[in-house]
């Protein structure tokens, strides 16, 4: 009897203790980015795509040791990358002999971080084909798909100037990458000759338009400035940042390898 209590408690035990793990399982599943819900009319071309596209250019750049605590001194939150890497770059050289050196080292007007506020697809950014036939004497249905006559090349872009522009673009491509889970590019091409095997039915008498369009995402948000300064106190260091400012941007980002196909029949 003993050992059947024993196996009981042991039993109930187990139960309670896995209740918390699956619970914290199911949320850490819940909390995973789910992306961006693509409708139908939108393919992935990566491997039709006559054009090799380069891999999306987004850092992910880990502070060294030395960087992590410059960065956690600063009171203004830092994510430019260039900056972090200059920073790892600099890996201080602590010298015994620094105690009761002081100085101020002005590193520079920065970008200093990007935080998104919205991020919307446009499936039909910019139209890159059209294939045509006319089968207005033709006694059947005609079978046309999609083949790119020219290579197409497309660009996104800021909606404002900005200085340091290259770096304002890769923390919003970061962060709409983050939303959207799909490759994202400032510059991206079609290349000619590219085809995929959907086919779409002309009925007799009528002409058809097969269109293809390269989608991208809208970003928007909010982009803070500062003047960052590198403080030196003995064998202490920190960063300062003044004069912050921040602007409202916003950002085209095309979807790298993906066409979105609208067809058409007319008479």
């Known amino acids: 009897m003993k050992r059947h209590l024993i196996i009981l408690k042991v039993f109930i035990l187990l139960v309670f203790l896995s209740i918390p793990a699956t619970e914290t399982a199911a949320k850490k599943e819940n909390s995973k980015p789910k992306g961006l819900e693509v409708p139908s009319s939108v393919v992935n071309i990566s491997k039709e795509n006559t054009f090799a596209n380069p891999t999306p250019d987004l850092p992910r750049l880990q502070p060294s040791n030395f960087a992590k605590e410059l960065l956690e001194s600063s009171k203004i939150k830092i994510e430019n990358p260039k900056l972090i890497r200059m920073l790892n770059?600099?890996?201080?050289?602590?010298?015994?002999?620094?105690?009761?050196?002081?100085?101020?080292?002005?590193?520079?007007?920065?970008?200093?971080?990007?935080?998104?506020?919205?991020?919307?697809?446009?499936?039909?950014?910019?139209?890159?084909?059209?294939?045509?036939?006319?089968?207005?004497?033709?006694?059947?249905?005609?079978?046309?798909h999609?083949?790119?006559?020219?290579?197409?090349?497309?660009?996104?872009?800021?909606?404002?100037?900005?200085?340091q522009a290259e770096d304002v673009q890769k923390m919003m491509q970061q962060k709409a990458y983050e939303k959207v889970r799909l490759p994202l590019a400032f510059e991206t091409a079609v290349g000619g000759g590219t085809k995929h095997h959907q086919v779409y039915n002309i009925p007799p008498t009528r002409t058809g338009y097969l269109y293809a369009y390269a989608p991208a995402v809208h970003e928007k948000g909010s982009l803070t400035f500062g003047e960052v300064y590198l403080v030196m106190k003995g064998s202490k260091y920190r960063i300062i940042v003044k004069n912050v400012t921040s602007q409202e941007i916003g950002a085209w980002i095309p979807i790298q390898d993906h066409l979105s196909f609208s067809f058409e029949a007319r008479q």
């Open 89 to 144: 770059e600099s890996a201080a050289t602590k010298s015994p002999f620094s105690f009761g050196a002081r100085a101020t080292i002005f590193l520079g007007e920065w970008p200093l971080n990007y935080k998104s506020e919205e991020t919307a697809p446009n499936w039909q950014y910019q139209k890159v084909n059209t294939n045509f036939y006319d089968n207005r004497g033709g006694t059947g249905n005609y079978q046309i």
């Open 146 to 163: 999609y083949v790119q006559e020219a290579q197409k090349i497309i660009k996104g872009g800021l909606t404002a100037k900005v200085v």
